[in-house]
């Protein structure tokens, strides 16, 4: 697929929670963000990107990043309600769908199927890259600093609700699934 095919809506089709986001402004934004590493990358069928080099091959980037925005998403209402903590919900599902976009440029097609780390991926900090492309999409700071912090990599914590809310949705479904696989789960690592 030419990258001029990589459209908004092929986005929307694979990550349908997007259109959960009701502030249009920050909708079309994430669309945007997604749209420009797709199109960018090597990658010609988004629903091929793994959410792991070492996970199976089944286990894909869009199934979890369409996981991590549900689970944030119910997590943002729980703690709205029960706790009585605002929570912009909003900001909780585009921090959610664009934690691990940079994943697009940081695992590439291998040769016999499936993907394997990139020159980027090994050079880059997870989750620089997205950070990157939302700056350049003119997202706020606090989103950005969602996406930095979301990750065990990071030397910052999240410092926010809505980046503590994606941070513990993330976890919780890596673990699940590297559970599953019979793997070592995040929650037992030290950085
Ligand atoms: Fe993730």
């Given amino acids: 697929m030419y990258p001029e095919a990589r459209t908004a ?6 990550l349908p929670e997007v259109d959960e986001i009701s502030r249009k402004d920050l909708h ?21 990107v793994p959410k792991s ?19 944030s998403a119910q997590m943002a209402d729980t703690v709205a309600e029960l706790h009585e903590v605002p929570v912009d919900r909003d900001a909780v599902l585009a921090i959610a769908l664009l934690h691990d976009v940079c994943k697009i440029h940081e695992f590439e097609p291998a040769p016999g199927g499936g993907g394997q780390w990139s020159q980027v991926g090994r050079r880059f900090q997870h989750g620089f890259l997205g950070a990157h492309w939302m700056l350049e999409a003119g997202l706020d700071d606090d989103l950005v600093h969602a996406v930095i912090a979301h990750t065990p990599h990071s030397s910052v914590v999240p410092q926010t ?16 699934q590297l559970l599953d696989a019979g793997q070592r789960l995040f929650c037992k690592r030290r950085p």
């Fill in 53 to 71: 080099v070492d996970l199976p091959r089944r286990r894909t980037l869009a199934v979890h990043t369409r996981a991590v925005a549900r689970m």
């Fill in 161 to 176: 609700q809505e980046a503590v809310i994606v941070h513990y949705a993330d976890f919780a479904d890596s673990d699940v």
């Fill in 9 to 14: 809506d092929l986005v929307r089709d694979v």
């Fill in 28 to 48: 079309d934004s994430v669309l945007e963000v997604w749209v420009r590493a797709w199109r960018s990358s090597a990658w010609q069928r988004l629903s091929d």
